[in-house]
């Protein structure tokens, strides 16, 4: 016999499957933006920003979670891997592992960084491996419960999950899902799953004064959607 918490864990999944299967009969970047600006567009894939650049964008993220010296970090969902270069040049230090499951933003990736056709989905990597698992801008390509479930595998005894994201700020919020076709949960549905995990919370921003990126700046009615949600930056560490 289930609970009624149980009862509502596996309704808000279910739901969030069906969400995931909307979603996919959408094209990201619909009406030839994917197309037409992606393969000349070399900049972060973002819609919103922490500071007024990209170099300054990555110096405000790493200031958030401050990884160890000698960090091993899988950029989930890495894009062109844009974000790791950033990064990188902030903190030569640090290790990447860049994932995604878009062969095409794979083969525009840095090629002395370790590579792997992968999502948040399912992580290929060993149990306990990894310092960081960094989620920026990728969250609604999949399941957030299987990322928390993931993320929990691979990392290390109080290892971190950063997500940096947009989140919805009402369950019923679907135009992001639907023109977007990207998925965008609840801040109280990530803290939920952060905690039925086992994370502990370590830094929950909601973020006041976000930059609007380049990329989708001048792209017609990108105003209307972008006020169903608003960008966080959450760190979580595995218990």
Not at 212 to 232: H, K, R, T, Y
Request: glycine residues 8%; aromatic residues 8%.
């Amino acid at each position: 016999m289930l609970s009624p918490r149980e009862r509502l864990w596996r309704l808000g999944l279910a739901r969030e499957l069906c969400d995931l299967q909307v979603a996919r009969q959408y094209t990201p970047y619909k009406d030839g933006l994917q197309a037409a600006v992606l393969p000349e567009y070399t900049g972060l894939l973002h819609m919103y920003l922490l500071a007024n650049s990209e170099e300054a964008h990555a110096q405000a993220l790493l200031e958030r979670f401050n990884p160890p010296e000698g960090a091993l970090i899988a950029d989930v969902g890495c894009g062109t891997g844009r974000l790791t270069r950033l990064l990188q040049q902030e903190r030569i230090d640090l290790t990447f592992i860049l994932l995604d499951g878009n062969l095409w933003h794979l083969r525009a990736c840095p090629t002395d960084t370790g590579r792997v056709a992968a999502d948040g989905q399912w992580l290929p990597l060993r149990a306990e491996s990894v310092d960081v698992v960094l989620v920026s801008y990728a969250l609604g390509y999949f399941l957030a419960a299987q990322l928390f479930f993931e993320a929990k595998q691979v990392l290390t005894v109080g290892g971190q999950l950063v997500v940096y994201d947009l989140v919805a700020k009402d369950e019923a919020a679907d135009l992001f899902l639907v023109t977007l076709g990207y998925k965008t949960y609840t801040m109280e549905r990530l803290r939920q799953l952060a905690a039925g995990y086992g994370f502990k919370e370590q830094h929950i921003e909601v973020v006041a004064s976000p930059v609007l990126s380049p990329l989708v700046a001048d792209v017609p009615g990108v105003n209307v959607v972008l006020q169903e949600v608003e960008p966080v930056c959450c760190v979580w560490n595995k218990g």
